[in-house]
């Protein structure tokens, strides 16, 4: 049974990203309210780990990007490595492009979400550095499946999604998404084209978010002027 998926992010008023591009916070209120509410609110939603995409994984201090190799035989094995008790850190690269340098990103333990294409010796090299892995089907678009091997295989019970948004979008259009924590920074970006919450890449006819509803769950105005809000993701009525 796949696990709980919290879409746990922080944005500004007009739902842009990017924080280095956020308008400064008001006269009185520290730079540090950014990170320092987010991972607050993080922990109090209580997952076993983070789930991101592969640009957002490019970003930790262990990682490198390389081209990616083919050649693999289907079907692949999932390879469990030594967790230690820890908490996960998932990435979905399903063409194998990032190497690693160890076996953590912030303390927590990396496992790659990959398409069965991937090379015998990227595989290889994942093992060597102790990272564990599964795989999103041939073509590495199948996440419901990989969500369900995740949460049978590690024990996950609930996991932040906290890509960006392109991984949120892709989660978002299978159904996957079953709460959205959403921290609203009082600041404006405002430029066209920046990225946003959701940005799933498909055609002008298709609707992601088709078939669902948000039920409000609760609100909370925290320090500096910051908002919290929390909405369950349900069928939409019938007619909707």
Known sequence: MRPRIICHMMSSIDGRLLTQRWTRPASG????????????????????????GRKT?????????????????APRKIHVADRKGR?????????????????????????????ETVSDD???????????YLF??????????AMDVLGASFDIQTILLEGGGRINGAFLKAGLIDEISLLIYPGIDGLA??????????TGDERPAA????????TETLEGGMVWLRYCMEESPPGA
Do not use: N
Not at 122 to 132: M, N, P, Q
């Open 29 to 52: 209120i520290g730079d540090d309210i950014v990170p320092r509410h987010y991972e607050q609110v993080a922990a109090r939603l209580g997952g076993d780990g983070f789930l991101i």
């Open 193 to 202: 084209g920046v990225s946003s919450i959701f940005e799933y890449v498909g």
């Open 57 to 73: 994984m490019e970003e930790y201090a262990c990682v490198t990007a390389h081209e990616p190799t083919t050649g693999g035989d």
């Open 211 to 218: 078939g669902r509803s948000l039920r409000h769950m609760a």
């Open 87 to 115: 908490a996960i850190a998932v990435v979905v690269d399903p063409h194998g492009k990032l190497h690693y340098a160890k076996d953590d990103a912030s303390g927590d333990h990396i496992v790659a979400v990959l398409s």
């Open 136 to 145: 999103a089907g041939a073509d590495g678009t199948d996440l419901s499946g």
């Open 122 to 132: 990227y595989l290889a090299t994942l093992r060597k550095a102790g990272i564990s």
